[in-house]
């Protein structure tokens, strides 16, 4: 496929959530739509067959059809889709993402060659979906130049935009997502972050000195820790992308006290500046996005 192609994807899936998806490969720059029901999809079938990519959910409710339900009820809906989707277009890539736990139906899905299951279950991040969408359909738009990151960071204001800037303007990435920049739309602070989280690809959190360390009834002047936004919102992106995926990049500077749930774990030295430790940083990104 071609740098200037787009890809067409439709998600069938009756729950509200993979809105969220939908919005996330729009971002992205797909053509991407939602159908909500099997009856839409039922509807659009030819539309369909016309697609780059179908993302499926197997378990669907079903609205009034005249046809009996079949003796499986709902826990495989979207598997008539996928024999319907077959016989219109039998190479369509089809990845079909589903909470179902039935092993004849994933088996009989893995064993098609066109069609990949992932399991809704082991809560796969965007960056897993990406991946499937690529290894299925051979497309090459899901470029470096396109991957996302997120700035997590304290009260360093100074370092928080040296980093926005060596990723915006010497590495070439997009505008580089930090919280505070970003419109509220009425959302609670840990909305917004959920929301923000789910259309970025690399986390970088600044781990900087801001606040003091208490020992006891006493003060220590000389140790520091980050702000503890900052500790949660790395603990969160750790959950989200999974700690050896590599797509959260800690940047430290000075002596911080730091938790010891993350004792062993490498950081990047930025005390220098955020352009003395580019290298590292190129390093780290070419393993994850081949920068």
């Not at 909470?99 to 279950?121: C, E, G, M, P, Q």
């Not at 006290?257 to 030295?269: C, E, K, R």
């Amino acid at each position: 496929m071609g740098w200037n192609f787009v890809p067409k994807i439709i998600v069938i899936d009756d729950d509200y959530s993979t809105e969220l998806i939908v919005e996330s490969l729009c971002f992205r720059g797909f053509d991407a739509k939602r159908l909500p029901s099997f009856e839409a999809a039922q509807g659009a079938i030819d539309e369909i067959a016309k697609a780059d990519l179908v993302i499926l959910d197997i378990i669907m409710e079903r609205g009034s059809s005249r046809e009996p339900p079949p003796a499986s009820g709902n826990r495989a809906t979207g598997m008539e889709l996928l024999r319907r989707i077959r016989e219109r277009k039998s190479d369509l890539p089809v990845l079909v993402f589903s909470a179902t736990n039935d092993s004849d139906l994933i088996d009989a899905i893995t064993r098609d060659s066109h069609s990949r299951f992932l399991s809704k279950w082991n809560t796969p991040s965007l960056s897993d979906l990406l991946f499937a969408i690529q290894s299925l359909t051979g497309d090459n738009s899901i470029r470096p130049s396109k991957a996302r990151s997120f700035i997590v960071h304290g009260h360093d204001t100074t370092q928080k935009l040296a980093l926005k800037n060596y990723l915006q303007n010497v590495l070439r990435l997009p505008e580089p997502i930090i919280l505070h920049e970003q419109p509220s739309l009425g959302r609670t602070i840990i909305e917004k972050l959920e929301s923000l989280a789910s259309t970025t690809d690399i986390a970088f959190v600044l781990l900087t000195p801001d606040d003091k360390v208490s020992e006891g009834d006493g003060t220590n002047d000389e140790k520091r820790r980050a702000r503890q936004n900052v500790i949660f919102e790395l603990g969160y992106f750790l959950g989200i992308f999974g700690r050896s995926s590599g797509r959260v990049i800690l940047l430290y500077k000075g002596k911080l006290d730091l938790p010891s749930d993350l004792s062993g774990v490498v950081y990047i030295d930025i005390s220098n500046g955020v352009e003395a430790a580019g290298e590292d940083m190129r390093r780290e990104l070419a393993h994850v996005i081949g920068a």
